[in-house]
């Protein structure tokens, strides 16, 4: 196996044996022939696209999206579960293939549409298509970057869709890339260009989620969150999946079962059609990293909307009690399919919840968040206000994930070591670095605003478009904003990509560079847009002036 796609990826360098993140060879191997068989209906559809001839778009937006998402990182670990789709997707190539030959169609020689796609070949297949298939290291950088990017993209277009939001355009475009990623004449200069396009669809998908979530639950407002628990017995829900959270909270109302937010799904109190649920009663926990031990303690059912899975211990007191929805999957772990209404049946957590204990208290108190985009403009004369009169000094965009690695000590030592006249705005999972570490507030603004999860990285690029606009800033980046960006899976590319394209420079990212980045295309991404790592607090700081 070949994997280098992850911040935690082996040595820096890549996985070979086994992830880190625990994928064993055969779950690559499988998720590498997933890929092509994505790229194969990609390559059909996207000339058919461009002949305008009519077919299914949601089976292939459904099959594309499904598809790259269950590749994320920690997302998917059940080899079956991911080659039924490898399945699936043969049949729809076929499809698609037989419809481009009745439309007089003409289809490029590519090898992902030569394969029959016959059980025996699999594995063999496997290998002819793995992530190392690309020799030039520069053309592999680009075309996988590329690949991540459509993977978070993929992943927030899922969450859209759930609310029955759809852009064609979005569809289209992955149709696309993935054709030019297939392509082996595919050049320098156009890989770049497709890298700055994903960028670009990125913000058209993180828009998208953006308008789904609003538009289903209010806008986020701010918010008080319990970090402690109750007497009841609880249901643990995990993930980004909003549409999945009201599901189980109507399912489970007047029940006495109390619902818990794990990880990325802390945002959910924010919303204020999903606030109003009273059994909706905290947050448990921190990162997904840390759910080993957290999951140990909670007692009840946990479900897993979306990622970040990690494979339990093999003596885990809760792997009997874990579920797995969209396309996550783990071997042994229930799956709930969505019904043909779009609805997922939770009785079976319900029933099982009620046999259990209360949630054992991990820590008490609360904590704020709910500062996104609408929230932040309803309070920017005070905002404004606090900038001009010198009170604030500097805005610290801290988005992205939380991980395993020591080094991510920094994020924790670079907040509390910020001059108090600054104020730290965040998203994602980043942000259980530095959540609980009272940093107080400048004249009653807290100096952490979080805007909610990963894809919520969106509200920053909408405020500093906003703030631009105030201070009549001819450029993005004479605003008093930096960037210093934590990274770990596929969806904090794409919002990386996204800022990109926005035209934002300087960002540092960490704690290290991505493995899949070569050597010249870092090049590339240091000339034109300034994008470095993170040294360490100290010099940090001094680069940005706030020693
Ligand atoms: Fe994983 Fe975290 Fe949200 Fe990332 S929980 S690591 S960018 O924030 O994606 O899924
Ligand atoms: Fe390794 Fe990360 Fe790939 Fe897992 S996702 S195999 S840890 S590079």
């Known amino acids: 196996m070949f994997c280098y796609q992850c911040q935690e990826t082996a040595k820096g360098t890549g996985c070979t044996l086994k992830g880190v993140c625990g994928k064993a060879a055969t779950t690559s191997a499988a998720m590498d022939l997933l890929l092509a068989v994505s ?44 080659l039924q789709r490898v399945e699936k997707g043969i049949a729809l190539r076929d499809r698609l293939v037989k419809l481009a030959d009745e439309n007089g169609v003409t289809l490029p020689e590519r090898a992902e549409l030569r394969w029959d796609g016959s059980k025996a070949s699999y594995a063999e297949e496997a290998k002819r298509q793995g992530v190392l298939r690309i020799a030039n290291e520069d053309i592999r950088s680009l075309k996988e970057l590329t690949v991540y990017g459509l993977k978070g993209m993929a992943a927030y277009y899922e969450h859209a869709s759930n609310l029955q939001q759809a852009d064609l355009t979005l569809i289209h475009f992955m149709a696309e890339a993935l054709a030019i990623v297939a392509d082996p004449e595919a050049d320098q200069a156009t890989l770049i260009d497709l890298v700055l396009r994903t960028g670009q669809a990125g913000v058209k998908a993180m828009a998208l989620l953006d308008k789904a979530n609003t538009s289903a639950y209010g806008s986020p407002v701010i918010t008080k969150v319990n970090l402690g628990v109750g007497r009841n017995p609880g ?38 059609q999903l606030k109003k649920y009273a059994h909706l009663v905290g947050n448990y926990g921190n990162a997904w990293w840390q759910q080993k031990e957290e999951f140990a303690r909670f007692n009840g059912p946990i479900i897993f909307t979306t990622n970040c899975i990690v494979p339990p211990r093999a003596d885990a007191n809760y792997k009997d009690r874990v579920f797995t929805l969209n396309s996550t999957g783990f071997p042994g772990w229930k799956h709930i399919e969505s019904g043909a209404d ?122 500093a478009m906003k703030l631009q606009e105030i201070f009549q800033a001819k450029d993005i ?57 993170n040294t360490t607090v100290d010099e940090d700081l001094k680069a940005w002036g706030l020693a």
């Not at 560079?513 to 991404?525: D, G, I, R």
């Open 39 to 82: 790229r194969g209906v990609g390559i059909v559809s996207d000339a058919l696209n461009r002949a305008g001839a009519a077919k299914d778009e949601k089976e292939i937006g459904h099959f594309l999206c499904d598809a790259l998402f269950c590749t994320i990182t920690n997302a998917n670990f059940d080899d079956a579960d991911i």
């Open 235 to 272: 249901i643990l829900i995990s993930g980004h999946d909003l549409h999945d959270l009201e599901d189980l909270l109507k399912q489970t109302e007047g029940m006495g079962i109390d619902i818990y937010t794990h990880g990325e799904m802390l945002p959910a109190h924010y919303y204020p």
């Open 342 to 463: 779009g609805h997922k049946d939770f009785s079976e957590v319900i029933a099982l919840a009620k046999t259990c204990r209360a949630p054992e208290a991990l820590e008490a108190g609360e904590i704020v968040g709910g500062f996104a985009h609408a929230q932040v403009f309803a309070l920017a004369d005070q905002i404004v206000e606090a900038v001009k009169s010198g009170a604030i000094r500097k805005f610290i965009v801290m988005s992205g994930c939380d991980g395993r690695m020591k080094s991510r000590q920094y994020y924790a030592d670079f907040a509390q070591q910020l001059p108090k006249d600054t104020v730290i705005l965040t998203s994602g999972c980043a942000k259980y670095r530095y959540n609980k570490l009272n940093l107080g507030d400048i004249n009653g603004i807290p100096r952490v605003l979080d805007a909610g999860q990963c894809n919520d990285s969106y509200s920053w690029a909408v405020v």
């Open 477 to 533: 980046n004479d605003l008093p904003i930096v960037f210093n960006i934590a990274w770990y899976e596929q969806k904090a590319v794409i919002v990386l990509l996204a800022l990109l394209s926005l035209g934002i420079k300087n960002i540092h990212i960490g704690p290290t560079l991505p493995a899949f980045v070569s050597p010249n295309v870092l090049k590339v991404l240091v000339e034109n847009f300034g994008l470095g790592g």
